[in-house]
């Protein structure tokens, strides 16, 4: 193996103040050679500071006199240009945004202008902080050292680690935001004790379950205690040791393009844009979301018009259960009444071939049907019996506005095409589960319309004999016998299918494991499964991907991004095959970013919560990129070469994504024909920058040849 206040409402700058300079002022004077050729649809122009041109920092201009808010961001090359191009015509607010500065004054403008901007510096160097990514502050948690371990039931630090990451706590908030970081007056005054102050903040609202759930895992007096040590600290003046580097290189080539849709009081998982295996499938079309537990209405963009709409969502039986109706205790921002309505629990999108968007979806209570369990003549039950689920799938086509209710009896979460002749839908379950992974025959149900009989499922099965196919098998509480193989609980969180037919998965537990199923003929008698660890330090898969080539990719709770290449196994089944057999097919990347306080072991305090593969190359950046999630970098981050090119998304502060997805619209066009999308995933957007007007967005990254190309 190799290493590779109760209500944000903005931050009160200090500093000098700063004017919108033109052409022939004192700036353009001081930087003769430093003019821009702006387009009739452009913005550009250069920034200055103190001590000249302003290199790597973000020029960001926004609207709201398009149908939706929209703001489109770039990056000032080596000689402090910038060029905003192809700008809707509008009026904008333009301010510049740095590392080592304090947001410039917004000042209007519109496309066609040349602005030239003046750099305004931070006073202090708290003040250059407020504008670090979460990571920064994030990392100043301290985590109980490995010696201090076992602590209640928590076994090392490693498992703590998981939990408060991407296996809990990050998962869901951008911890070390703003509003993470400080504790609402609200709730200070009336628990002037820290800890009993965090006891009190993660009861609001409608995912305290969840959130108790969480910090049960972590041991709760300990964890409560280093979390309000860590507020406490920040109160008092301690800001981040570690500092940010202002993008460099190709990092400075980046566009990033930004609309609202959905609702305040909402939040976004996903969105989705095309068909991952045709990218060129819906070119310069909507995009689609989903807001999980947040509402019923699904969030629509037409980036062509700037406009935003939605849809409601419908169940199959009115007595689904309602997210209002989960434990609630008041929120010092929204009250006593809970925000989130949802029966749907709309978790992941997919687009179909036909331009169908398919989602993971409550339709119905959690109770399966007879088809479903023992006794039923449907093949997957008779090999498997399942007696709940608690979320099945659904389909809307956007020409007829209709949705189709598919009532699955396997837990559906993630959801990926394969590339066959049936169009197969796989899924996964989930973090939980009974243990089995389900798929839809597309082909059949359109054909025929019976959802009984296009669904299927197989529980996991490990070729333990090594004789190359699946036997009778003993249970996973059962000794190993060397005549049969043997079932291995696990459920899969995320889902992607190989060109070569294969299925992977990852289990998202310490340490965790990557999961393999070929599915073979016929996926209920012959799916055999393959389980791989990744080795210290590495652990704690979320959400992966798989190449072109078979390698397997996956973000890592460690703060690694893992890449497995099955081909240089040298074991495969057997009675040895039982997941640490393959060290040797790992290599780790640490992410980027400071490590968290109390951690020896390489890595970082990045919890990234999902990897995406680009196999068409729709960001720029070659083929078969792997694309991870930077939650706590407030970006995307693309490995090239073996090196993290950091893509952040620097307004409205902690962006937050959980999904990558890439659409080539003009294949033609260059760098302007395509794009990676996503969204702002963040559970909370009141806590970001903006407050309790911000809206979800939806993010669209290009890369150009140059930082000042059009």
């Known amino acids: 193996m190799r290493i590779k206040a109760a209500l944000y409402l903005g931050i009160a700058f200090a500093g000098a103040a700063c004017i919108a300079l033109t052409p022939g002022t004192a700036a353009a004077q001081q930087n003769p050679q430093g003019s821009v050729n702006v387009g009739p649809t452009d913005l550009g122009g250069v920034v200055t500071g103190r001590n000249g041109p302003e290199a790597g920092v973000w020029v960001i201009a926004e609207t709201t006199d398009l149908p939706t808010k929209f703001a489109k961001i770039v990056v000032t090359d080596d000689r402090g240009r910038y060029l905003i191009p192809e700008v809707p015509k509008a009026n904008y607010n333009v301010w510049v945004r740095g590392y080592g500065l304090v947001d410039s004054p917004k000042v209007q403008s519109a496309p066609g202008k040349t602005l030239n901007l003046t750099a305004v510096p931070a006073p202090t160097a708290a003040a250059a902080a407020e504008y670090y990514p979460p990571i920064y502050w994030f990392a100043m948690l301290k985590v109980p050292e490995k010696n201090s371990f076992p602590i209640g039931r928590v076994a090392n630090q490693g498992a703590w680690l998981h939990t408060l990451k991407t296996g809990g706590c990050v998962a869901c908030h951008g911890l070390g935001t703003p509003w993470t970081r400080t504790v609402p007056k609200a709730i200070s005054v009336e628990f002037p004790n820290s800890a009993d102050a965090w006891t009190r903040r993660i009861q609001s609202g409608s995912a305290q379950a969840q959130m108790a759930r969480d910090i049960g895992a972590l041991e709760p007096a300990r964890a409560i205690t280093l979390f309000a040590d860590w507020t406490d600290r920040i109160a008092k003046g301690e800001i981040p040791s570690a500092k940010p580097n202002r993008p460099q290189g190709v990092e400075r080539n980046a566009v990033i393009s930004e609309w609202e849709w959905g609702r305040t009081t909402a939040y976004l998982h996903d969105a989705v844009s095309t068909d991952r295996r045709n990218p060129r499938l819906n070119a310069n079309g909507k995009i689609y979301g989903s807001p999980e537990d947040s509402s019923d209405f699904v969030p629509i963009l037409d980036p062509k018009s700037n406009s935003s709409s939605e849809v409601k969502h419908p169940v199959r039986d009115p007595k689904t259960p309602n997210i209002k109706n989960n434990l609630f205790a008041p929120s010092v921002v929204w009250g006593d009444k809970p925000i989130w309505d949802s029966q749907t629990i709309m978790h992941n999108p997919m687009m179909d071939e036909k331009g169908h968007i398919w989602f993971t979806a409550r339709i119905r209570p959690a109770a399966n049907p007879d088809f479903c369990k023992k006794g039923s003549s ?265 090196k993290f090119v950091e893509i952040v998304v620097p307004y409205p502060m902690g962006f937050f994504p959980k999904n990558v997805d890439g659409r080539i619209d003009d294949p033609t066009a260059g760098w302007k024909g395509k794009a990676v999308w996503s969204t702002y995933g963040q559970r909370t957007m009141f806590h970001l920058e903006g407050g309790t007007e911000n809206r979800p967005r939806v993010v669209k990254v290009q890369y150009r040849p140059d930082p000042l190309a059009r």
Not at 478 to 494: F, L, M, S
Not at 538 to 546: A, L, S
Not at 617 to 632: E, F, K, Q, S, W
Request: glycine residues 12%.
């Open 378 to 642: 449907h093949p997957s039950a008779k090999a498997f019996p399942l007696e709940t689920s608690g979320r099945q799938l659904s389909m809307y086509d956007p020409q007829s506005g209709k949705f189709t209710l598919v009532n699955t009896c396997f837990a559906t979460h993630h959801l990926n095409f394969a590339q066959d002749t049936n169009n197969t839908l796989w899924l996964s379950s989930g973090i939980g589960g009974p243990g089995a992974v389900g798929w839809l025959n597309k082909k059949m149900f359109e054909e025929t319309g019976d959802e009984q009989k296009s669904q299927g499922w197989t529980p996991f099965i490990l070729d333990t004999n090594g004789n190359g196919k699946r036997d009778a098998y003993v249970e996973p509480n059962q000794p190993t016998d060397p005549t049969k193989d043997k079932r291995v609980q696990v459920a899969i969180y995320a889902v992607a299918t190989s060109p070569d037919g294969a299925v992977w998965g990852t289990e998202m537990a310490y340490p965790g494991r990557i999961v393999r199923l070929m599915p073979g003929p016929n996926p209920t008698e012959t799916a055999l499964t393959e389980v791989y660890q990744p080795p210290a330090p590495g652990f704690g898969p979320r959400g992966g991907d798989v190449d072109a080539n078979g390698v397997y990719w996956v973000s890592l709770s460690s703060g690694h991004l893992g890449s497995f290449d099955r081909r240089k196994c040298k074991v495969l089944n057997g009675p040895n095959a039982t997941g640490t057999h393959c060290p040797e097919g790992w290599t780790l990347y640490p992410f980027p970013g400071p490590q968290m306080q109390g951690v020896k072991e390489t890595g970082s305090a990045e919890a990234s919560y999902y990897t995406w593969v680009d196999r068409f190359d729709t960001l720029g950046l070659g083929r078969n990129v792997p694309i991870a999630t930077g939650n706590l970098n407030s970006g995307i981050l693309a490995l090239v070469d073996g």
